[in-house]
């Protein structure tokens, strides 16, 4: 099956400041690469997305990269803001299921 | 514009009891699956379901079983509740294709 891989664990960065998620995954399969921000005691809520045949997508502040020879996607996140702190999951569909990453918890300091 | 619906929010049971949680979909949505999220840690996919029918299912034990209703609503019910089981449960939506949006969960804590 697959096997999704999330760093860091933690992050803190400044206010202003750029944030970057790394993920891995081993299913050369899996086709469509999600990332979901979880707040404390809220639903995961889908920010961005990429599939398979796409090396790059951005959506305002935040922006996902995907290199499928490599198998590993990331988040960044440009000019961080309090209200980008949450929990950051990325996610990886192999057409069966989502494999989840263990997520990371981002604290953006004011 | 209704989100997915989870029902309840909290749930508490005790060790060797049954329980049934509920997810209403997004509508016009067809596909339900459920996840698992222990704290601290990604979920887990528990079950999809598509068109009433059973798509997949994760490494869950029997104990876990689902179904999905000719509204596209679904349960998922858990029987002989052991500690572990506690976990925040997870339901999510979509029309078929990859996206997927969650519900707000059922808080399950198992004394």
């Known amino acids: 099956g697959e096997n999704v891989e999330q760093h860091p664990s933690t992050l803190s960065v400044q206010e202003g400041d750029s944030a970057v998620i790394k993920c891995t995954y081993s299913?050369?399969?899996?086709?469509?690469f999600p990332w979901y921000k979880q707040e404390l005691g809220k639903r995961p809520q889908l920010i961005i997305d990429i599939r398979s045949n796409v090396g790059e997508k951005k959506d305002q502040r935040i922006a996902v990269t995907l290199n499928k020879t490599a198998k590993h996607f990331s988040l960044h996140i440009t000019e961080t803001q309090p209200e980008d702190s949450a929990v950051y999951f990325c996610a990886a569909n192999n057409g069966n299921q989502f494999y989840f990453g263990t997520g990371t918890s981002l604290t953006v300091i004011p | 514009d209704a989100g997915v619906t989870q029902s309840p929010t909290h749930l508490i049971k005790t060790r060797g009891q049954q329980v049934t949680l509920r997810c209403s979909p997004i509508s016009g949505h067809k596909s339900v699956s459920w996840y698992q999220q222990v704290l601290g840690q990604g979920p887990q996919f528990i079950f999809q379901y598509y068109e009433k029918e059973e798509r997949g299912r994760g490494n869950f034990p029997d104990r876990f079983s689902a179904r999905q209703f000719p509204n596209y609503s679904s349960e998922l019910n858990v029987n002989a509740l052991l500690l572990g089981d506690s976990a925040l449960y997870l339901c999510?939506?979509?029309?078929?294709?990859?996206?997927?949006?969650f519900g707000q969960g059922t808080r399950l804590t198992v004394v």
């Open positions: 999510a939506s979509s029309l078929g294709t990859p996206e997927a949006f």
């Open positions: 299913d050369s399969a899996s086709n469509y």
